[in-house]
């Protein structure tokens, strides 16, 4: 403890990478589901505090993998994650183990490069570097991150692997019910919509009706209930056409009897010549 550098509230932008990804394997949370506020009080209460006494993993104090906080950011889309304490801690000495993997990994890949240098001194021809051309140089750089790149997805894919070990599965088409589900609920509201719709002429015919199996009364009584409905449309139209002429008629008289004329008394418009 006495070894560790110490750390406070001041350091939250600093420790964030380590403080995400101790949300998300230890405590379980997701880093974007807080506010500001709730991430940097969780970060002062748990986080320092546990930083300072030392009591998380050695890769929170010599630095988060890439694997590792690639797996973390990814997990939110790929796993519901909700591990016991002895699971969170097999993932903690699996990120270390994949880290320790890692840069074993890459320490054998440079020395691997460098005793190949080193063979060709050695021989009667050596290697001349200045004389290499353009092309070369190019080839040499592609293959160089192609095995860099290489070697990162077999590292994040033994990440997944790890963590896919202790976490538990996604129930399986969870994704496909909820998207069900917004369907159903959909095609009640339309569904009712069009109901309405169907049923604006006041009418809500039996089974007896449409398939049949009525007697002449009830049919008689369908049947007048239909006229009389109809009746009712028509009258309201023609009421609805008789106030819109009679308002029209009103606005024209008052436009006349701005301008001083009285149709009563047989008076005419006379257009003054030109």
Do not use: C
Not at 44 to 58: C, R, T
Not at 69 to 76: G, I, V
Not at 206 to 233: R, T, V, Y
């Amino acid at each position: 403890e006495n070894s560790i550098n110490q750390i406070s509230i001041d350091d939250y932008f600093i420790k964030s990478e380590e403080f995400r990804v101790y949300l998300k394997l230890i405590q379980n949370i997701s880093f974007e589901s807080l506010t500001s506020e709730e991430a940097k009080d969780l970060f002062e209460k748990y986080f320092v505090k546990e930083y300072n006494q030392g009591k998380l993993p050695e890769m929170y104090y010599s630095g988060i993998p890439l694997e590792v906080r690639e797996a973390t950011l990814k997990s939110k889309h790929r796993w519901n994650i909700n591990l016991s304490n002895k699971e969170k801690e097999k993932v903690s000495e699996l990120s270390d183990k994949v880290d320790s993997m890692t840069r074993l990994n890459k320490k054998d890949f440079w020395n691997s490069s460098t005793n190949t240098i080193n063979n060709s001194s050695t021989t009667n021809h050596p290697v001349n570097f200045e004389h290499k051309n353009h092309s070369t140089i190019v080839l040499e750089r592609e293959h160089n991150r192609e095995v860099v790149n290489n070697q990162r997805k077999q590292d994040r894919n033994r990440m997944n692997e790890l963590i896919e070990d202790v976490a538990p599965k996604e129930v399986k088409g969870s994704f496909q019910n909820r998207l069900d589900s917004k369907r159903t609920i959909a095609d009640k509201i339309h569904g009712a919509s069009r109901d309405r719709e169907s049923n604006r002429d006041g009418l809500d015919l039996p089974d007896s009706i449409i398939f049949g199996g009525s007697d002449e009364n009830e049919f008689k009584k369908l049947k007048n209930k239909i006229d009389h409905n109809n009746e009712m449309k028509r009258q309201m139209k023609d009421e609805k056409i008789r106030m819109l002429a009679e308002k029209e008629s009103q606005k024209q008289a008052d436009f006349m009897t701005k301008l001083g004329i009285d149709f009563s008394k047989g008076e005419k418009i006379v257009i003054a010549p030109r």
